[in-house]
């Protein structure tokens, strides 16, 4: 009769591989709105604050430059300074952008081995199902033969 507890067995396996699978999936889809709304958060409120700033500190370079007198013209040292700030600026917001990137990726990255890590304890429930079904089918089949062979029912 040990058919019973393996085929027991495999409905366990795959009652748990079930749970074990959801529990990733919330996990997955947790992270990836966390991914999705930092993104959003960037887009939305540290990128236009971080131009708003840099526009501002460049009205106040330039303001300041033209409180000293020094002519503002292509070629002279207040506008070689001034370039150098935007580009400077222009940078900064480039690697801002690229380091949001970098982190949107990373976050897809994680929720997604979350999501794989959930793909497979389903198939290892699955797998450990199929192995109880084929001990359960072995037994059986042991019986009826030991069961054949004595000419009676051998439990």
Same mark, same amino acid.
């Given at each position: 009769?040990?058919?019973?507890?393996?085929?027991?067995?495999? =409905?366990? @396996?795959?009652?748990?591989?079930?749970? !074990?699978? #959801?529990?990733?999936?919330? =996990?997955?889809?947790?992270?990836?709105?966390?991914?999705?709304?930092?993104?959003?958060?960037?887009?939305?409120?540290?990128?236009?604050? %971080?131009?708003? +700033?840099?526009?501002?500190?460049?009205? $106040?370079?330039?303001?300041?430059? %033209? !409180? /000293?007198?020094?002519?503002?013209?292509?070629?002279?040292? &207040?506008?070689?300074?001034?370039?150098? !700030?935007?580009?400077?600026?222009? /940078? +900064? %917001?480039?690697?801002? +952008?690229?380091?949001?990137?970098?982190?949107?990726? +990373?976050?897809?990255? #994680? @929720?997604?081995?979350?999501?794989?890590?959930?793909?497979?304890?389903?198939?290892?429930?699955?797998?450990?199902? $199929? &192995?109880?079904? &084929?001990?359960?089918? #072995?037994? *059986?089949?042991?019986?009826?033969?030991?069961?054949?062979?004595?000419?009676?029912?051998? *439990?």
């Amino acid at each position: 009769m040990a058919f019973i507890g393996n085929i027991v067995a495999a =409905q366990s @396996a795959k009652a748990i591989a079930a749970y !074990n699978q #959801a529990v990733f999936n919330q =996990q997955w889809k947790f992270e990836d709105a966390k991914t999705k709304a930092k993104a959003k958060v960037y887009d939305e409120v540290t990128r236009p604050k %971080l131009i708003d +700033d840099q526009i501002f500190a460049y009205s $106040q370079f330039f303001v300041d430059a %033209l !409180n /000293t007198g020094a002519e503002f013209r292509p070629g002279e040292t &207040t506008w070689l300074v001034a370039l150098k !700030n935007k580009q400077r600026m222009a /940078t +900064d %917001l480039a690697m801002a +952008d690229y380091n949001k990137e970098v982190e949107r990726i +990373d976050g897809v990255n #994680a @929720a997604l081995l979350i999501k794989a890590k959930g793909e497979a304890e389903r198939y290892k429930g699955l797998l450990t199902a $199929q &192995t109880e079904y &084929t001990k359960a089918g #072995a037994s *059986l089949l042991t019986m009826g033969y030991k069961s054949y062979h004595a000419g009676r029912l051998i *439990l």
